[in-house]
């Protein structure tokens, strides 16, 4: 066992904590575990300087009323696996033997990410060209420019309610939905973790989903925490033809009265989207789901995502750690793809459908 432990974090982009971090790795050279831990309390932690290769991915996990973060080494740096780790097997891509794995798995984790909505144009507003106005989510999406400027905020969440209302799912979201249905009527499950938080898991079919940033069709009391679910569009009346996207468009400046308003008796609170804002912590109650899930699962496909967006990044690894097979779907290899069983690498709505298709072996009813 090989243990190490590094110090260069900076908490919040700003100023340091004391913090330690270590990881440790086992004779084969895999890794077991990668812990965080700060002195802060429910602080999100971004890591801006680790190793180069984390720009404000946040990443957090609760656990014991600590900032503890358990995570795959490999999302670590070339710090970490330069030298230290031995040669890992390539993940293989043949799709028979994975299809063997999946006749005989009885919970299945299907853990997607953006690259699942992609193919459905839906977009993440992550990069330069998906600015919204002038901004990116991460100048809009947080608790502070929602209590600055809600209206603009409404704005911006109204355009993407609309934009994913528009969208219908694809072939792996209907793929994924179909799986849950069948496997089912078998006694076997299928549970999406997902970080979309547009509805197209639930509009596929999808039963039984964690939506650990949240859902866009959601809204949550600032006053009363009441969640509801808002399919309608606009969600209120002053919202109507608001949120155009032009770089030019001048906010509406919506009087906070205006903005959506909280329908339970004698509230009237202020209602914002109940996705997680950038700064802000996961749901403690979806993660200790997810953290079950990930302990009984007995195969875990890892759907269109990068797996550098923590904390979902270390999902798999995580699951790959207890010699679970995992099978990654997605357009390129990821930081992650070495240490998982499987790659396909393609569209997950080509690669995905014959992958979850029945197997022979499978009793039709
Ligand atoms: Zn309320």
């Not at 904590?17 to 086992?26: A, E, F, M």
């Not at 656990?63 to 390539?90: E, N, P, W, Y």
Request: hydrophobic share 35%; glycine share 8%.
């Amino acid at each position: 066992m090989l243990n190490e432990s590094y110090c260069n974090l900076q908490l919040d982009g700003a100023h340091k904590h004391n913090t330690h971090q270590s990881w440790s790795y086992d004779g084969s050279g895999k890794f077991t575990d990668f812990h965080v831990s700060c002195c802060e309390v429910n602080r999100t932690i971004a890591f801006s300087s680790f190793g180069g290769h984390f720009t404000k991915h946040v990443m957090t996990m609760l656990l014991q009323s600590r900032a503890v973060f358990t995570l795959g080494i490999r999302m670590c740096s070339t710090h970490v696996t330069k030298g230290l780790l031995k040669d890992t097997v390539r993940p293989n891509s043949d799709l028979s033997e994975f299809r063997e794995v999946f006749s005989k798995a009885k919970h299945i984790v299907i853990i997607t990410g953006a690259g699942v909505s992609a193919e459905s144009g839906v977009p993440t507003f992550r990069g330069v060209h998906e600015k919204w106005r002038k901004w990116m989510s991460q100048d809009l999406a947080t608790p502070e420019a929602f209590s600055r400027t809600p209206s603009r905020v409404w704005e911006f969440y109204h355009y993407r309610r609309g934009l994913t209302l528009n969208k219908k799912p694809n072939a792996a979201h209907l793929a994924i939905a179909e799986c849950e249905a069948r496997l089912k009527k078998q006694g076997r499950e299928v549970v999406v973790i997902t970080q979309c938080t547009d509805d197209l898991h639930r509009r596929a079919g999808s039963k039984h989903i964690l939506q650990i940033h949240g859902n866009l069709m959601e809204t949550r009391c600032m006053s009363c925490g009441d969640v509801t679910v808002h399919a309608r569009n606009p969600i209120c009346a002053a919202l109507k033809g608001k949120g155009a996207p032009g770089p030019d468009v001048p906010d509406a400046n919506i009087p906070v009265d205006k903005l959506p308003r909280c329908e339970e008796t004698d509230c009237h609170g202020l209602l914002r989207p109940n996705t997680v804002f950038f700064g802000e912590t996961l749901d403690s109650h979806i993660l200790t789901k997810v953290e079950k899930e990930m302990e009984v699962c007995d195969l875990c496909l890892v759907v269109g995502t990068s797996s550098i967006v923590y904390p979902a990044a270390m999902f798999g690894p995580r699951i790959a750690s207890r010699g679970v097979p995992v099978a990654e779907f997605n357009t390129n290899p990821t930081p992650k793809s070495e240490y998982f069983t499987y790659h396909f690498q393609g569209q997950c709505g080509t690669t995905l459908p014959p992958a979850l298709a029945p197997h022979e072996s499978e009793v039709t009813h």
